[in-house]
């Protein structure tokens, strides 16, 4: 292969790069992708870039919050179960009806949670404060034109006094037009969706979900639900990391595994290119004779381009010691080529493609959060001198217990972890009750 084509960085091939200055590498390259108007509920998750002003005040008119009796105040003043107010019924007032009626003097309406407070009303009786509008023979009536918008006409007995505007939610209370409903760099979760919704907002201007196109490599690999030859295995690393990019937040396609051809490989990822914001690849990163990314991909950079190509490095970690980064194609999509045992690529990807993921996103918090534990744990655990390593554990109120050994083909034991174990490079051993630094896997 040619090396004048790879990422030019002045680093020799021998040079072991930090997790961090990996990562770096990475964040400084991925940037936030540009905004554009989507359907409200298309910007879940999204990333709000605009200031968004109330246009209209919320409530937009001064409504009941409870059924009852909307009435004048002097007419139920000193109200009592053996005093009742009695008082004519002039109508319904239901939510989203047209014209309200009017209530005069020794008049209540029936008024239901939600329909605006009538003219002439000043306040609200619950209609646990009264008969229901049922007493004195005004049962009949009352079911014989309950089905009638204008229909609960007769009497209501009403047993106890209430101030102004009792039960009244008023107009703007909530929000009044011209306020800020959500700042730029909002999250949009279902809590802003339901305040846009409720403002009247249909689309908004936000940076959409990456698309992430996940490719695994290996001709030994098979789909699920289909026989295993001999020498074969299932895919779970296109499954996994496919999951993975979508809890992250982006729109993730799975493409099924490629062979260990170069060739294949080149024109699948060129093929991939038109729907990808950032590509990632899995296995075939190492020196061995089926190296296939690292054959198909040395290759691709533009030699007048600096910084176009992918770099293949060796960083000081593990699991996850091979890693391929960098930029693809005409509009230098990103590209990380993750190596391929299962748990290295996992551990990879929340490394380092999470982050990659939610930088494209323009989320401010872009790395899973950190704390630290104490070990819980029988004997010490041993790490590679030089080498930052991240071991599967469960966390539960500030303990951390390892599952499964550092072995990076357990997967059984990553489905039950939830959290990473991080050993420094300078730590070769840790003993039970330490304080470890835990990332926390969510
Ligand atoms: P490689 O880096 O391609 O040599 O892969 C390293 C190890 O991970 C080998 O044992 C592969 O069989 C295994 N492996 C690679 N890709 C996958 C995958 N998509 N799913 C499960 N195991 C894989
Ligand atoms: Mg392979």
Redesign the pocket.
């Known amino acids: 292969m040619s090396s004048a084509a790879t990422r030019v960085t002045g680093q020799d091939q021998d040079h072991l790069w930090t997790v961090t200055e990996h990562l770096e590498d990475i964040l400084t390259t991925v940037h936030p992708l540009d905004p554009i108007e989507l359907q409200l509920l298309d910007a879940q998750g999204c990333v709000l870039v605009e200031d968004v002003t109330v246009p209209v005040s919320l409530p937009p008119f001064d409504n009941s919050s409870m059924d009852g009796y909307a009435v004048r105040v002097t007419d139920v003043a000193g109200a009592s179960e053996e005093f009742p107010a009695v008082l004519t019924v002039v109508g319904d007032v239901a939510a989203g009806q047209g014209e309200p009626l009017h209530v005069g003097p020794g008049e209540a309406a029936r008024i239901m949670t939600g329909a605006p407070l009538p003219p002439g009303a000043e306040t609200v009786v619950p209609v646990e404060w009264t008969d229901g509008g049922l007493g004195e023979g005004a049962a009949s009536r009352m079911r014989a034109h309950s089905t009638a918008p204008e229909g609960a006409t007769g009497q209501v007995r009403i047993h106890r006094p209430a101030p102004a505007r009792a039960h009244v939610r008023a107009e703007g209370s909530d929000v009044k037009a011209g306020d800020r409903a959500l700042e730029a760099g909002s999250v949009l979760g279902p809590p802003q969706i339901a305040l846009l919704a409720a403002i009247g907002r249909g689309t908004v201007r936000v940076r959409p979900r990456p698309r992430v196109v996940v490719l ?3 001709s ?2 098979v789909q699920p639900d289909e026989q295993l030859g001999s020498g074969q ?6 499954f996994a990391l496919t999951a993975a990019a979508r809890d992250a937040g982006a729109i993730a396609y799975r493409v099924g ?1 490629v062979a260990d051809d170069a060739e294949t490989l080149r024109s699948t990822i060129e093929d991939q290119l038109v729907r990808a914001d950032l590509l990632v690849t ?5 020196v ?1 004779a ?2 296939v990314v690292k054959e198909a991909l040395e290759s691709v950079g533009d030699e007048d381009e600096p910084g176009s190509g992918i770099e293949f490095r060796k960083l000081a970690m593990q699991p996850g010691k ?1 890693q391929g980064f960098g930029s693809i194609g005409p509009d230098h999509t990103p590209l990380l080529a993750l ?4 748990v290295s ?1 996992y551990v990879s990807f929340e490394l380092f493609v999470r982050p990659a993921i939610r930088t494209l996103m323009g989320l401010d918090d872009v790395h899973r959060p950190t704390t630290t534990a104490i070990l819980r744990t029988d004997k010490a655990l041993t790490s590679p001198t030089g080498r930052r390593q991240f071991l599967r554990g469960r966390y539960a109120d500030g303990e951390v217990t390892p599952v499964g050994g550092a072995g990076s ?1 357990l997967i059984a034991a990553l489905a039950h972890a939830d959290a990473l174990i991080v050993v420094p490079e300078s730590v070769e051993s840790v003993e039970p009750g330490t304080e470890v630094e835990v990332v926390l896997l969510g």
């Not at 899995?282 to 190492?286: A, K």
Request: no cysteine; proline share 11%; aromatic share 8%.
């Open positions: 695994s490599t290996g030994e690999l295995i299932y895919d779970s690393n296109s595994a899995t296995g075939g990163v190492s061995g089926y190296d091979p190596p391929g045992n299962p690529s083909h």
